[in-house]
């Protein structure tokens, strides 16, 4: 996600938009993948989850401490709320990432939000999603609320379905992983105790005319 957006980010400010930012594990790589290529940008992380919102300010502040030319605002709200009322305010972002978050929604409620996204990002920018196509989140269990949904509740979904959303929402699609190597040892997504790691990674581009 991060290198992509490093590579074709054309401004000195990009603006970035991060949805269930966790621990900042997707601004994090992406701030030093921009840092590599001498370019600036301004994060903004959405987080739902209180616990994991708090963890998101802490790493935001030590990012900034860290990287000077970057500037990272996290907003603790609901997903869905955030890029409702984005739409509403005529916000608009130059790339926007989604980790391993979105199948905390139903499904119907994924594509609704795909084909809202279509709308506030600028033309020629980028939405990346990677999800795990199955599992029991491990990382939720243990660092969630038992009675908070995300921490139960999963729909999953593939990358064909998912690049199917975005060339409905009128993006120029890319299933770029259908398997995350990068996660091989993550003991976070597991079936019946057993490795059973299957995260995707799907990238589209909204076109320019």
Known sequence: MGMHIAQTTTGRDAKILDL???????????????KGESK???????????????????????LEE?????????EENDVENFVEQAKQQ????????????????????QKELIMKLSEIIKPGGSLQIADPQEGISAFNLKFLLPNEPEGIFAEFTTPEEMSEWMKEAGFQPEIVLR???????????????????????????????
Do not use: C, W
């Open 90 to 109: 005529g916000k608009t972002y130059d790339h926007i990432t989604i980790s391993y978050m979105l199948h905390h929604l139903k499904k119907h409620n």
């Open 40 to 62: 600036q940008a301004n994060f903004t992380g959405v987080e739902f989850t209180p616990k994991l919102a708090d963890a998101s300010r802490k790493h935001a502040e030590e």
């Open 66 to 74: 860290d990287m000077e030319s970057m500037s990272v605002t996290i």
């Open 179 to 209: 398997d995350d190597p990068d996660h091989k040892d993550n003991p976070g997504y597991t079936g019946d105790g057993e490795y059973n790691y299957t995260g995707y990674l799907v990238r589209g581009i909204k076109p320019t005319k």
């Open 20 to 34: 269930g930012s966790g621990t900042l594990g997707t601004i994090t790589t992406t701030a030093q993948a921009l």
